[in-house]
């Protein structure tokens, strides 16, 4: 994909998956069912990102251009903490989640367009005191399609051919 927001993640792997075995794609599609409204359109593909345990995500807003209203990921492997951060308002105000491996969470509405999000390295990964320490994290992303009006010609999705099923 051609998405600005990948400058921001460091010590990463990822794909853009379509297809999945049926017991996978059975969660999939639970995923997308509670994460999205009726009748709205998603990516057909599922963003795959694998953060090395000294990997971070930092902070961004996913491009218009690329997602619409809803982001939607299951964390794998490794706790971890997404920090956001009001756009205008980067120091002051801060809400932390605590994602616990195995936790789907959901950004839309203002969590979506107005804070941006990151994913924390293992030395700031406290919660209530208390350190999160970071592995290797596995986050499986859906997104919504990007509003038509957003979608730009000379900015299609570029997908890689993916080999095999997962
Ligand atoms: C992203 C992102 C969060 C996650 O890829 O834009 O913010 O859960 N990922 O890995
Ligand atoms: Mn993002």
């Not at 218009?64 to 990921?73: E, M, Q």
């Not at 299951?74 to 801060?94: E, F």
């Not at 390295?121 to 992303?141: A, F, L, M, Q, Y």
């Amino acid at each position: 994909m051609k998405n600005p927001i990948f400058q921001a993640i460091h010590l990463y792997r990822e794909r853009e998956q379509r297809k999945w075995r049926e017991e996978n794609l059975e969660v999939i599609s639970r995923i997308r069912s509670e994460s999205f409204g009726a009748n709205t359109e998603h990516l057909t593909y599922v963003h795959i990102l694998d953060l090395h345990k000294d990997g971070v995500i930092k902070p961004h807003i996913d491009s218009i251009r690329y997602c619409g209203d809803v982001i939607t990921g299951v964390s794998l492997l490794s706790d971890a903490i997404m920090r956001l951060r009001h756009q205008n308002q980067k120091d002051d105000l801060i809400v932390d989640l605590l994602m616990p491996r195995r936790s789907l969470y959901r950004l839309g509405g203002a969590g979506r367009y107005e804070f941006t999000h990151e994913v924390l390295g293992t030395t700031e990964s406290v919660w209530h005191g208390k350190n999160i320490p970071r592995d290797r994290r596995i986050s499986i992303i859906c997104r919504d399609l990007p509003k038509s009006a957003n979608r730009q010609p000379d900015s299609e999705l570029v997908l890689k051919p993916i080999p095999e099923e997962m």
